[in-house]
């Protein structure tokens, strides 16, 4: 079983930066970099969608169109965490942000939400106008 812990989220202007964080707990037959990982949002009265994913290795990337340019996807194995950069927010980007894993065998990344099996609580992010 995997646990996620996101951090990082808050109030903020539009314009300005955050940087959350998701840290990962793995059972100890897999490793993290085992896992690819995906950013989704939640907005209040909408979806659930889809912001970034990264693959295994990182090398990987996919991107939202709403934050291309705006958002970078990042991993670090050694410290089992994800992070999402997010910069020139804006009040849309407003939304509870999710971690999410997947194990898998592919160095490719996943942004659709029903290919991730684990999900961290979320944290909120409000950008004021």
């Known amino acids: 079983q995997v646990q996620l812990v996101e951090s990082g989220g808050g109030l903020v202007q539009a314009g300005g930066s955050l940087r959350l964080s998701c840290a990962a707990s793995t059972p100890s037959t897999l490793t993290f970099s085992s896992y690819r990982m995906g950013w989704f949002r939640q907005a209040p009265g909408k979806e659930r969608e889809s912001v970034a994913a990264i693959s295994r290795s990182g090398v990987n990337t996919y991107y939202a169109d709403s934050v291309k340019g705006r958002f970078t996807i990042s991993r670090d194995n050694a410290k089992n965490t994800v992070y999402l950069q997010m910069n020139s927010l804006k009040p849309e980007d407003t939304a509870v942000y999710y971690c999410?894993?997947?194990?898998?065998?592919?160095?490719?990344?996943?942004?659709?939400?029903?290919?991730?099996?684990?999900w961290g609580q979320g944290t909120q992010v409000t950008v004021s106008s």
């Open positions: 999410a894993a997947d194990s898998t065998y592919y160095d490719l990344p996943a942004k659709n939400s029903n290919q991730y099996a684990y």
